[in-house]
């Protein structure tokens, strides 16, 4: 299985709604941005508090805890 990258898996994940609730702190479709948020963003995932309107899936928890752990590939 291949480290999953921030273009190609992890992104996609994040929607246009998202990113403009965050766009005050940082922004989700920035590499760079859920990089150096990573642990925190991770954290409210699993506490199931974001996305306000709805959780991610395990699996798809699991893609971007996989994303941090494989070193956040671009």
């Known amino acids: 299985m291949t480290d999953p990258s921030f273009a190609k898996d992890v992104k996609p ?3 246009d709604k998202d990113r403009s609730s965050m766009l ?15 642990p925190a963003i991770l954290e409210v ?3 199931g508090t ?5 959780q991610w899936s395990t699996d798809d928890i ?8 494989s ?3 671009e």
Do not use: E, K, T
């Open 24 to 38: 005050g702190r940082f922004d989700l479709w920035s590499s760079q941005d859920v990089r150096d948020n990573a």
């Open 45 to 47: 995932l699993q506490a």
């Open 13 to 15: 994940l994040f929607r």
């Open 50 to 54: 974001m996305p306000c309107d709805g």
């Open 62 to 69: 699991d893609l971007f805890a996989r994303w941090i752990r």
């Open 71 to 73: 070193g956040a590939a």
